[in-house]
């Protein structure tokens, strides 16, 4: 079993950056690839940005390339993602996943295995 702990979300106002990160324990992740995910109030989840188990590979939605990075230190067992240039649309509960799927930096939740509580952010206007 994998148990996914998200952390870094709050507060900020647009224009503001975050770094959300992802602590995985219960075994080693550095052979899953892992994903963001995020949903909105009243809105269907939705893929943020996604890495492949090297790290090689690397798969962001369109409404958040250029603003945010995915990244992953295999030695702490945890997953990144950097955002910057926060708009108010970027409101969401941020949720971590992984996917034994390891090659592949892919954005399909129904690819992913495990999944983390998730955290929130929230932008301001």
């Known amino acids: 079993q994998v148990q996914l702990v998200e952390s870094g979300g709050g507060l900020v106002q647009a224009g503001g950056s975050l770094r959300l990160s992802c602590a995985a324990s219960?075994?080693?992740?550095?052979?899953?690839?892992m994903g963001w995910f995020r949903q909105a109030p009243g809105k269907e989840r939705e893929s943020v940005a996604a890495?492949?188990?090297?790290?090689?590979?690397?798969y962001y939605a369109d409404s958040v390339k250029g603003r945010f990075t995915i990244s992953r230190d295999n030695a702490k067992n945890t997953v990144y993602l950097q955002m910057s240039s926060l708009k108010p649309e970027d409101t969401a509960v941020y949720y971590c996943?992984?996917?034994?799927?390891?090659?592949?930096?892919?954005?399909?939740?129904?690819?992913?295995?495990?999944w983390g509580q998730g955290t929130q952010v929230t932008v301001s206007s």
């Open positions: 996943a992984a996917t034994r799927a390891s090659r592949y930096a892919t954005g399909q939740s129904a690819w992913y295995d495990y």
């Open positions: 219960g075994r080693t992740v550095s052979n899953f690839g």
């Open positions: 890495i492949n188990w090297t790290g090689e590979y690397t």
